[in-house]
């Protein structure tokens, strides 16, 4: 098409078509409320696993959700080792709960943590992508969520 002295080319746009630009696109970033994406993936395999971006504050407030939210994670934990205990810090009205939102996980061992974080970390839980990270199993006995 001319545009004065210009001439402007129209074209409909296709991933891969005439310049493949693989090398200059930027990575996705993946926004997850409390989650340091810089810390993630540089902790040393433990045996408590944290399940980031599974669960909404408004879901642990309903007893009877927190409840089915719990035997979910205990069955699908279970799967890939001995689960030991699972804590699901829940919101109280008024107070920042400290990890709310988050799962913890801890496990028998640190081989079944690996396992399950190899299995969890990516699949979709209640349509979100679920994140996972090792923590430190002192800090998790301490409650320091």
Request: charged content about 25%.
């Given at each position: ?17 005439k310049?493949?630009q ?10 997850v ?16 696993l ?26 699908e934990?279970g ?34 943590c690996q396992?399950?974080q190899?299995s969890?970390t990516?699949?979709k839980?209640?349509n979100?992508?679920v994140?996972?990270s090792?923590?430190?199993p002192?800090?998790?006995h301490?409650?320091?969520?």
């Amino acid at each position: 098409m001319q545009l004065g002295d210009k001439k402007l080319i129209v074209q409909r746009a296709s991933v891969g078509a005439k310049h493949n630009q693989m090398s200059q696109q930027v990575p996705v970033q993946i926004q997850v409320p409390g989650l340091n994406l810089n810390a993630v993936g540089t902790q040393p395999p433990t045996e408590v696993l944290c399940l980031m971006n599974m669960v909404a504050t408004e879901e642990l407030v309903d007893e009877e959700e927190y409840d089915d939210i719990l035997e979910d994670i205990r069955e699908e934990c279970g799967k890939y080792g001995v689960v030991k205990s699972i804590e699901i810090p829940r919101p109280i009205e008024g107070v920042d709960v400290p990890g709310c939102g988050k799962i913890f996980v801890e496990f028998n061992s640190v081989l079944d943590c690996q396992k399950a974080q190899q299995s969890l970390t990516g699949r979709k839980f209640a349509n979100r992508v679920v994140v996972t990270s090792y923590y430190d199993p002192d800090k998790y006995h301490r409650r320091e969520f």
